[in-house]
């Protein structure tokens, strides 16, 4: 009797935590509903105005780009109109991640503020991929209980994601020497998200296949994309 009563606790903790959770996905989505709304004309205006206050910051913290780059702020704008592009899931068409390192030199530097933008991508693909399962349990396409499965490897696929995931774009990139004459650079990211899903859905098939479940064989069925 008490296991059932621990059980039936856990389980109101587990729902209270998963509406919080969906609640906060619901406001993004309608968020990114309203961006997507907008006209071409009015997005554009919207962005100039990111990156002019972006690049003036820029521009007083020292960072520069290398010769023969595109002006900081352009890439500045590249970045921000792939971030504001999403599909009709409301599931970006880009996921952005942003890093910066430290080094002696700049390839060095480069390499590792790459790697650490690459796990930040996979943790976004994590909450990306966790709030479209919600969105099916929501609209009745995936049981309760098979979601909750599929959730619980999407959070343990940090890893698995990570290494899946392809070629990313260097949509802004730029540098600055620090006053022990080490360089600091910061890489801004782009990674499909077809690809990113992708990703992520071949992360959950290994964890659901390593744990010895049987759901990884119907994994396209559950997931639907």
């Keep these: 009797?008490?296991?059932?009563?621990?059980?039936?606790?856990?389980?109101?903790?587990?729902?209270?935590?998963?509406?919080?959770?969906?609640?906060?996905?619901?406001?993004?989505?309608?968020?990114?509903?309203?961006?997507?709304?907008?006209?071409?004309?009015?997005?554009?205006?919207?962005?100039?105005?990111?990156?002019?206050?972006?690049?003036?910051?820029?521009?007083?913290?020292?960072?520069?780009?290398?010769?023969?780059?595109?002006?900081?702020?352009?890439?500045?704008?590249?970045?921000?109109?792939?971030?504001?592009?999403?599909?009709?899931?409301?599931?970006?068409?880009?996921?952005?991640?942003?890093?910066?390192s430290i080094g002696e030199n700049y390839d060095g530097a480069k390499m590792a503020a790459t790697s650490l933008a690459i796990t930040n991508l996979a943790e976004q693909i994590q909450t990306e991929v966790t709030a479209l399962i919600e969105n099916t349990v929501a609209n009745s396409q995936m049981a309760a209980e098979t979601a909750a499965t599929v959730t619980e490897s999407v959070m343990a696929s940090k890893n698995l994601i990570s290494q899946s995931i392809g070629r990313v774009i260097t949509v802004v990139e730029c540098y600055r020497i620090l006053p022990n004459k080490n360089r600091e650079v910061l890489v801004r990211i782009a990674y499909n998200g077809d690809m990113a899903k992708k990703a992520a859905k071949e992360a959950i098939r290994t964890d659901l296949k390593q744990k010895g479940n049987k759901l990884h064989e119907q994994l396209d069925d559950v997931l639907g994309f």
């Excluded at 606790?9 to 209270?16: E, G, V």
């Excluded at 780009?65 to 109109?81: F, N």
């Design 1 to 100: 009797m008490k296991k059932v009563i621990l059980a039936a606790m856990a389980l109101i903790i587990a729902t209270s935590v998963c509406l919080a959770d969906t609640n906060a996905q619901k406001e993004i989505r309608n968020e990114r509903q309203e961006l997507r709304k907008m006209a071409k004309n009015e997005l554009k205006a919207k962005v100039d105005k990111i990156i002019k206050k972006e690049a003036k910051r820029f521009e007083k913290e020292g960072w520069v780009v290398s010769p023969g780059a595109l002006p900081l702020e352009k890439q500045l704008e590249r970045a921000y109109l792939m971030e504001y592009e999403y599909d009709a899931d409301m599931y970006p068409k880009y996921i952005m991640a942003v890093a910066q």
